[in-house]
């Protein structure tokens, strides 16, 4: 990750951008502040801006077992691991979960998959998802489908997950080294300050834009997961 980050600053630095370390916050359209991890704060005016910030893990329902990147993950935790579980939970079973599962399985790991719906990837086609569940189940992977997480113990060593039917019939804990929480990702606009400069998020908290990327403010452009 550093020689990442490393590398795009040497492409600033060769291509004349300037950049800024810190957390932004919209305090009028052309102008934003910036903390940085000291606390100190800075301000930048722009005639345009574009955000451009990603999307982060959704967490369960009711945040019933946070995610802390040691013994609860996310997608991006489970790239970071430093060791190879002997058991770990996947909590859905969509395309990232099946992704981070399935590696994990074939380097030795017990992986066992929990799904709210009846099914493994849930907006792809029913014959697709059948026959990839058969295929993973060939590598060693274990599902429980139609089964809902309401909530989990943390101890120093792993991870207790409380489940039930999705009628609501309890059944009984499961227990691992590792939880990776897969339930979808969502826009990451909290903090931003969107309501200063009148953008409003929809439901789902993504940015709306036009056909040329922009939003309802004339001067302000939004691209990536973040809409």
């Known amino acids: 990750m550093k020689g990442l980050t490393s590398g795009i600053e040497y492409l600033f630095k ?33 005639k345009n801006f574009i955000i451009a910030t990603g999307s982060e893990p959704s967490p369960l329902p009711g945040n019933s077992i946070p995610i802390d990147e040691k013994r609860v993950i996310s997608s991006t935790g489970a790239l970071s691991l430093k060791e190879i579980p ?55 992977m274990e599902f429980m489908l139609s089964t809902k997480v309401t909530g989990g113990q943390v ?18 804990a499961l227990t691992a080294e590792y939880v990776l929480v897969s339930t979808g990702r969502r826009p990451y606009t909290n903090n931003l300050g969107l309501n200063n400069i009148g953008i409003q998020t929809d439901k789902f908290g993504r940015i709306p834009i036009d056909g040329h990327l922009k939003t309802s403010v004339k001067n302000i452009y939004a691209i990536g997961d973040v809409v």
């Open 14 to 46: 060769k291509n004349k951008v300037d950049y800024v370390k810190g957390w932004a916050t919209f305090k009028t359209s052309n102008e934003i502040e910036v903390k940085d991890n000291a606390g100190a704060t800075s301000t930048v005016r722009a």
């Open 155 to 172: 101890s120093s060593t792993g991870v207790s997950v409380n489940l039930e039917t999705v009628k609501g019939d309890k059944l009984p």
């Open 86 to 140: 002997k058991t770990m939970i996947v909590i859905g079973g969509g395309v990232i979960g099946l992704e981070m599962g399935s590696v994990y399985a074939r380097l030795g790991t017990n992986v066992k998959i929990v799904e709210y719906q009846d099914k493994i990837l849930g907006t792809m086609d029913g014959e697709i998802s059948k026959n990839f569940l058969q295929i993973l189940k060939k590598q060693g």
